[in-house]
């Protein structure tokens, strides 16, 4: 089978949507499912190494955000055109922007059928970067347009069962399948965090409070910032990593300066996801999480398969993995509780140990292979389905 992959994201930007896609076409392989992606071009300089099976596209930078580009219609349309003597059996879309209207578009100037995965939480994320947008006005308008997009294809891909209600919820009527992307056998390699401290110059025995994942203003940072404040009134030598990239770093930088936190918080950057970031994970005493916008939340699949002891809020699709066999520590978003439950993981050594135990053997049954068995099958069907009855897949 030939399986057409679109997106608005892929590597070198770095987000779940980038690490779903690989996951997904290495072990698709497997699955004797052969994929091509159409992603954006992003400059020269940050280019990776090209990757077989990926066709690039020209693309221009989006205002306000210095990560995400805009691929170029008239290119997009061009490298599609090329790809038709290809005899794809399947078109799989992957955002619901531009990517989505030339998916929808090709599959249905080829007469395949076409499914997209429904990664992002698009009425949080309007809401964030329009926020001019009166709130009531900005919900109206993501759910109607998720209808409408949802409406154009034959089946979904919802990575987290509460994603799958939100989306029934909003009057979604096209079938939806719930499969999470899982972890990739190469996220289970164990990280250095000795290497990590030394690189950052953070002592060994400094209790290390760890945030992994892009930094923007969806991701509910500024919030962890204030419980680590709180923390430091129990735990003085603690320090805190904030690793990645994203729209909301400055904003981040100047509110850990107005506190007072400077010198106790290391804003570490993007690290090379198969070395560094590793590393980072491993370096972990207690790994944050308090995102309201997750469709899954792989990052914590990734911590916890690093062994670093979890405390989370659980909101919409991170509920499918903080579940009690996970080890976490599951609080709400209040500041002294998270706090709380932070200082007492960095006091306590056997409870740090367990919690490193329970998390490698949870993440472990989120077999990356056995979700893109699972596509793999989604796929047969509707490539078998007639055309008729593929809504009802």
């Not at 699955?31 to 020269?44: K, N």
């Not at 949802?150 to 719930?178: D, F, K, N, W």
Request: aromatic share 8%; proline share 5%; with cysteine.
């Amino acid at each position: 089978m030939r399986v057409l992959f679109i997106s608005d994201v892929y590597f070198p930007r770095v987000n779940g949507v980038s690490t779903s896609i690989r996951t997904f076409r290495q072990d698709l392989a497997n699955c004797g499912v052969d994929t091509t992606l159409v992603a954006p071009r992003y400059e020269a300089a940050d280019e990776e190494a090209p990757e077989p099976g990926v066709v690039r596209v020209s693309a221009s930078r989006v205002p306000r955000d210095p990560e995400d580009r805009r691929m170029a219609w008239r290119e997009l349309t061009r490298a599609l055109d090329a790809l038709s003597a290809q005899d794809f059996d399947l078109v799989h879309i992957h955002t619901p922007f531009i990517a989505h209207y030339a998916g929808v578009r090709y599959a249905h100037r080829t007469g395949v059928p076409c499914v997209a995965t429904y990664h992002t939480f698009f009425e949080e994320y309007l809401h964030h970067y329009v926020p001019l947008l009166p709130r009531p006005v900005s919900r109206y308008l993501a759910r109607s347009f998720t209808r409408s997009q949802c409406a154009q294809v034959q089946a979904l891909i919802a990575p987290s069962e509460p994603m799958h209600a939100v989306l029934s919820a909003y009057g979604v009527r096209t079938a939806v399948h719930v499969l999470p992307t899982g972890l990739a056998v190469d996220r289970f390699r164990r990280g250095d965090g000795a290497a990590f401290r030394a690189r950052a110059g953070i002592a060994a025995e400094r209790p290390l409070v760890t945030y992994i994942g892009r930094v923007a203003h969806e991701k509910n940072i500024g919030f962890l910032v204030q419980v680590f404040g709180e923390v430091l009134k129990c735990v003085p030598d603690a320090h805190m990593v904030i690793a990645g990239e994203g729209p909301a770093r400055e904003s981040l930088r100047a509110q850990v300066a107005a506190l007072g936190l400077a010198g106790q918080v290391h804003f570490a950057g993007y690290l090379e996801r198969d070395s560094a970031l590793l590393d980072c994970y491993a370096a972990a005493d207690a790994f944050v999480f308090a995102s309201r916008t997750e469709t899954q939340g792989l990052v914590l699949l990734e911590a916890f398969a690093q062994g670093a002891p979890v405390v989370s809020t659980a909101e919409l699709g991170t509920r499918s993995i903080l579940t009690a066999a996970s080890g976490a520590l599951i609080v709400p978003e209040e500041h002294q509780a998270f706090a709380a439950a932070v200082v007492r993981v960095l006091g306590d050594a056997g409870l740090r140990a367990n919690m490193a135990a329970r998390g490698r053997a949870y993440a472990a049954s989120w077999s990356s292979a056995v979700m893109a068995r699972r596509l793999a099958q989604i796929y047969e069907q509707l490539r078998a389905a007639p055309r008729a009855a593929r809504l009802a897949i």
